[in-house]
């Protein structure tokens, strides 16, 4: 597969602005609105789920023991955290999976 451009945010404004009619400032304003809320539930616990996207949520990742690679032989102990996780749905998968 072949290192393709990134896609920001600026550009995803863009797109939208340009598909809806709508001012960039205005549009603007609802992703970055939409991405706030979708940050705030993950953090608070929350699943959320945009059917045939995906779904965004929190995963608690397990405590391992780690290597120092100054020291190989050094064990470093690593506690469990909470990590956001993306699962994307059947149609995204699909899509990307045709576009190959």
Do not use: W
């Given at each position: 597969?072949?290192?393709?451009?990134?896609?920001?945010?600026?550009?995803?404004?863009?797109?939208?602005?340009?598909?809806?009619?709508q001012k960039i400032k205005d549009v603007?304003?609802?992703?970055?609105?939409?991405?706030?809320?979708?940050?705030?539930?993950?953090?608070?616990?929350?699943?959320?789920?945009?059917?045939?996207?995906?779904?965004?949520?929190?995963?608690?990742?397990?405590?391992?023991?780690?290597?120092?690679?100054?020291?190989?032989?050094?064990?470093?102990?690593?506690?469990?955290?909470?990590?956001?996780?993306?699962?994307?749905?059947k149609a995204f998968k699909d899509r990307?999976?045709?576009?190959?």
């Amino acid at each position: 597969m072949e290192k393709k451009e990134s896609f920001t945010k600026g550009d995803l404004v863009h797109e939208v602005a340009e598909s809806t009619g709508q001012k960039i400032k205005d549009v603007t304003v609802a992703v970055d609105a939409v991405l706030d809320a979708v940050m705030g539930a993950v953090a608070g616990g929350r699943k959320v789920s945009l059917v045939g996207f995906g779904v965004f949520e929190a995963r608690v990742r397990a405590p391992r023991q780690g290597r120092n690679p100054q020291a190989p032989d050094q064990v470093v102990e690593i506690p469990a955290r909470t990590v956001p996780a993306f699962k994307p749905g059947k149609a995204f998968k699909d899509r990307v999976a045709d576009s190959q």
